[in-house]
């Protein structure tokens, strides 16, 4: 029992002695900003805990500012998602306030690959895999737009461009203007009465010259 008494007493003066300092620690104003360490871009909202001091909580603004009352040798913890953890202690100060610039590195935690399938299972794919239409490639599908076929039932129903009329228009004015002495209208000259009496009269005149010239 005098053993046990004496654990008991040496554990409470030691607890005394702990919660003495404790209270003899300076209180300082802890305040600063988080950044990027790699970009130096302001990290907002990031968890700041009082590890030292019943796990004491704030939260950083949207500028990453942050501001409270700790003591010294306070061991303080940064956190947010997407950062490393980052530990600052707080050191001895001559002043009342402790003023701290907090880098913390981005972490990138790569997920492990996930391939969904639309089929519930090995028969369904075996089924859809059976019953697939295996597509034509580009080639053959270049040929098959191609074709004459195609290009006549295209041409069929595509009505001409702006340019195409303003190009066939133009050709046909060069044609007339070339051509002004050309039959343009291609009429038939058999189908003329009067070819037909200018053909007689020649005929008749030539009969006649060479009767004169007996």
């Known amino acids: 029992m005098g053993t046990i008494r004496n654990i008991l007493v040496f554990l409470f003066t030691i607890g005394m002695v702990v919660s003495s300092l404790a209270q003899q620690k300076k209180l300082v104003q802890f305040s600063g900003v988080i950044h990027n360490a790699d970009t130096n871009v302001i990290v907002p909202y990031v968890t700041v805990t009082n590890l030292s001091f019943e796990n004491y909580t704030v939260t ?9 009352v700790a003591h010294e040798g306070d061991t303080v913890l940064f956190t947010s998602v997407g950062y490393r953890s980052t530990r600052v202690v707080i050191p001895r100060v ?3 306030k402790y003023t701290a610039m907090v880098d913390m590195t981005a972490e990138i935690k790569e ?3 996930v391939t969904p399938y639309p089929w519930a299972s090995i028969d369904e794919f075996n089924m ?21 076929e195609s290009l006549a039932a295209l041409a069929a129903v ?43 009269r020649q005929i008749t005149e030539g009969t006649k010259s060479r009767q004169r010239g007996r």
Not at 132 to 145: C, G, H, Q, S, T
């Open 60 to 68: 950083a603004n949207h500028q990453g500012y942050f501001s409270f």
């Open 94 to 96: 001559r002043e009342d």
């Open 111 to 113: 997920l492990p690959m």
């Open 128 to 148: 859809a895999f059976m019953s697939l239409e295996i597509a034509d490639d580009d080639i053959v599908v270049a040929k098959r737009n191609l074709s004459p």
């Open 158 to 200: 595509t009505p001409r461009s702006a340019e195409e009329i303003q190009s066939f228009s133009a050709t046909q004015n060069h044609i007339s203007l070339s051509n002004q002495a050309v039959n343009q209208r291609m009429a038939n000259p058999l189908l003329s009465p009067f070819a037909w009496g200018n053909l007689i």
